[in-house]
């Protein structure tokens, strides 16, 4: 069965510095998504992106967020500098156009900023 | 795993029996839910949707209901399996178009006694 795929599934990196963490969505699915989780918090949505462009974002998607999509298979979200708050795992989705069609996640990466 | 620390409600049955877990949703327009479950380390992963011109809707094993006089949403599994130890998290969306923009709740537990 197709899967969502990120990678890495574990950066350290430090306070103020840029990270990009990557994705390859399933192939025939038209809609992206970016979503974390805090430690100890619930599964927060980020930001979703259709044709090439963001259809809707979170008040945490700020300035400090973007997301591309490089090519036909990479879906990125970069933090362009990143503070201790940001430590948390960032799950990626994707689905159908159908609008019953559901997210599919990948397994994460957990994102610690020291 | 990232749902260390998070208070969850905590089922506990045994293997064999069936569980029910519940779910209160927030907004009286959502028209859209999904049941997802996340094992240790890994993504959601979806089991089961249910639109909101629907009160019932089973699966393999799972079955969804939904009361939406009382923004109530459930899942039951039957004969509970020790891989059905997991967090289950309700999602709900309220977004008409297709871009489904899912708001998680807090999530429950399964422990699972063999």
């Known amino acids: 069965e197709p899967e969502v795929t990120q990678t890495p599934s574990h950066q350290v990196t430090q306070m103020g510095q840029e990270v990009i963490l990557r994705c390859v969505p399933i192939s025939n699915h038209l809609y992206f998504y970016w979503y974390r989780q805090i430690l100890g918090q619930k599964v927060e949505f980020l930001v979703s992106f259709y044709n090439n462009e963001i259809s809707e974002k979170s008040e945490i998607f700020d300035d400090q967020f973007s997301v591309e999509r490089p090519d036909g298979s990479n879906f990125t979200l970069k933090i362009r500098s990143t503070k201790l708050e940001d430590s948390a795992m960032y799950f990626c989705?994707?689905?159908?156009?159908?609008?019953?069609?559901?997210?599919?996640f990948g397994n994460g990466t957990r994102l610690t900023v020291t | 795993g990232e749902n260390v620390g998070l208070h969850l409600p905590t089922l506990s049955v045994q293997e064999g029996d069936n569980s029910i877990i519940n779910c209160a949703y927030s907004n009286s327009a959502s028209d859209y839910f999904i049941w997802y479950k996340q094992e240790s380390g890994k993504g959601p992963q979806f089991i089961i949707d249910i639109r909101s011109n629907m009160d019932k809707r089973q699966g393999q094993r799972v079955t969804v209901l939904l009361n939406k006089t009382v923004k109530h949403l459930s899942l039951q599994i039957a004969a509970t399996q020790p891989g059905d130890s997991a967090v289950y998290f309700c999602a709900e969306n309220f977004d008409n178009n297709a871009g489904n923009m899912l708001t998680f709740g807090g999530g429950t537990r399964l422990m699972v006694k063999p």
């Open positions: 989705a994707s689905k159908k156009r159908d609008i019953s069609s559901p997210l599919h």
